[in-house]
C-alpha cells in the first residue's frame, strides 16, 4: 500500500487515496476503525477472525500522507535536512481544514490550512535560516495576498512561477498568512 499511496499522491491522485481511506465499507483504514480497531491491524479486513498484530505498518503507512501530502510539508532533495521547505498542501475530499508541525533539525514547521468553496488560506511558519517554496492553489498571482498585502508587496515573499492552478512562491523564515481564491 505504501507503494500505491506514494505513486497517487506523486500523480497528484489525492482525492483517491482520500476516498480510498475515507469509506468504510470494504477493508482499508476507514473499515479497520469501524471494526474497533483503535491502530493499524495486520489484515486489511479487520473483520475476519482477529486483529493480528496491532500498530502493524505492513508498507501502509498513511501518516507520510497526511504530513507529506495533505498538509503538504516535504524537504527538498536538492536542498536536504529541510534546508529548503517545499510545501505543498493537497486540499481533498470534504477536508475543510488542515493543522500539521514537523520537528526540523532547524526547528519547528508549522502549516494550518482552511478551505471553502472558494477560499483557502493558509498560516505558516518557517524556522529561522531556512527558506521554503510554497504552492498556493490559484489560478494567479493576483487573487494571492499575505497577510492581506499583494504578494509582490510583501516582505520576505518572491513569486517563482504559475504552475497550472498552483502560484508557487518562495519564501525566507517567519510566519505568513496566504489567501488566495
Same mark, same amino acid.
Given at each position: 500500500?505504501?507503494?500505491?499511496?506514494?505513486?497517487?499522491? $506523486?500523480?497528484?491522485?489525492?482525492?483517491?487515496?482520500?476516498?480510498?481511506?475515507?469509506?468504510?465499507?470494504?477493508?482499508?483504514?476507514?473499515?479497520?476503525?469501524?471494526?474497533?480497531?483503535?491502530?493499524?491491524? $495486520?489484515?486489511?479486513?479487520?473483520?475476519?477472525?482477529?486483529?493480528?498484530?496491532?500498530?502493524?505498518?505492513?508498507?501502509?503507512?498513511?501518516?507520510?500522507?497526511?504530513?507529506?501530502?495533505?498538509?503538504?510539508?516535504?524537504?527538498?532533495?536538492?536542498?536536504?535536512?529541510?534546508?529548503?521547505?517545499?510545501?505543498?498542501?493537497?486540499?481533498?475530499?470534504?477536508?475543510?481544514?488542515?493543522?500539521?508541525?514537523?520537528?526540523?533539525?532547524?526547528?519547528?514547521?508549522?502549516? $494550518?490550512?482552511?478551505?471553502?468553496?472558494?477560499?483557502?488560506?493558509?498560516?505558516?511558519?518557517?524556522?529561522?535560516?531556512?527558506?521554503?517554496?510554497?504552492?498556493?492553489?490559484?489560478?494567479?498571482?493576483?487573487?494571492?495576498?499575505?497577510?492581506?498585502?499583494?504578494?509582490?508587496?510583501?516582505?520576505?515573499?518572491?513569486?517563482?512561477?504559475?504552475?497550472?492552478?498552483?502560484?508557487?512562491?518562495?519564501?525566507?523564515?517567519?510566519?505568513?498568512?496566504?489567501?488566495? $481564491?
Amino acid at each position: 500500500d505504501l507503494y500505491l499511496l506514494r505513486a497517487l499522491a $506523486e500523480n497528484g491522485r489525492s482525492d483517491v487515496i482520500f476516498d480510498m481511506n475515507n469509506q468504510s465499507d470494504k477493508p482499508g483504514y476507514g473499515y479497520q476503525l469501524k471494526m474497533g480497531a483503535t491502530s493499524l491491524t $495486520e489484515k486489511w479486513d479487520a473483520g475476519v477472525g482477529s486483529f493480528g498484530s496491532q500498530d502493524h505498518f505492513m508498507l501502509g503507512q498513511i501518516n507520510e500522507w497526511f504530513f507529506h501530502d495533505l498538509a503538504g510539508i516535504a524537504s527538498d532533495p536538492t536542498h536536504p535536512g529541510f534546508k529548503n521547505i517545499i510545501i505543498h498542501p493537497q486540499p481533498v475530499g470534504d477536508i475543510t481544514w488542515v493543522k500539521c508541525a514537523y520537528d526540523s533539525i532547524h526547528g519547528p514547521i508549522a502549516l $494550518e490550512w482552511h478551505k471553502t468553496n472558494v477560499h483557502f488560506s493558509m498560516k505558516l511558519t518557517i524556522p529561522a535560516n531556512t527558506t521554503a517554496t510554497v504552492y498556493v492553489p490559484a489560478m494567479s498571482l493576483d487573487t494571492v495576498t499575505e497577510s492581506g498585502r499583494a504578494v509582490t508587496n510583501a516582505a520576505g515573499v518572491k513569486f517563482l512561477r504559475q504552475e497550472n492552478s498552483w502560484t508557487v512562491l518562495e519564501t525566507g523564515s517567519g510566519t505568513y498568512q496566504f489567501t488566495s $481564491e
